[in-house]
């Protein structure tokens, strides 16, 4: 069984920048690929960004892109989602979510664990 642990949220001022981690244990992590998704409330979970299984292919959102980036660390058994330039619309409860594939996918359903969530609140 897979876990997966998302910290690094909190409040940051429009334009500032938070970086997101999120841990996993119980799995062979280099085995995943890897996706951010972020829930504001009334809305639905949307696709941030996804990392393939061996880290050369990698997505984005329409808006997200040039300010979020992407990145794991195998050896820690972590995935990072840094994001810059940040605006009050970027606000939200953001998820990891992994699975036991090569490749990343947008659809929430293709995912087979999922951490709890971590707040990122802007102000304006």
């Known amino acids: 069984q897979v876990r997966l642990v998302e910290s690094g949220g909190g409040l940051v001022q429009a334009g500032g920048s938070l970086r997101l981690s999120c841990a996993a244990s119980?799995?062979?992590?280099?085995?995943?690929?890897l996706g951010w998704f972020r829930q504001a409330p009334g809305e639905e979970r949307e696709f941030v960004s996804g990392i393939s299984r061996n880290g050369g292919h990698i997505e984005y959102e329409e808006s997200v892109k040039g300010r979020f980036t992407i990145s794991k660390d195998n050896a820690k058994k972590t995935v990072y989602l840094q994001m810059n330039s940040l605006k009050p619309e970027d606000a939200a409860v953001y998820y990891c979510?992994?699975?036991?594939?090569?490749?990343?996918?947008?659809?929430?359903?293709?995912?087979?664990?999922w951490g709890q969530g971590t707040q990122v609140t802007v102000a304006s």
């Open positions: 119980g799995g062979t992590f280099s085995r995943f690929a």
């Open positions: 979510a992994a699975r036991p594939t090569i490749l990343t996918d947008y659809d929430i359903r293709r995912y087979e664990y």
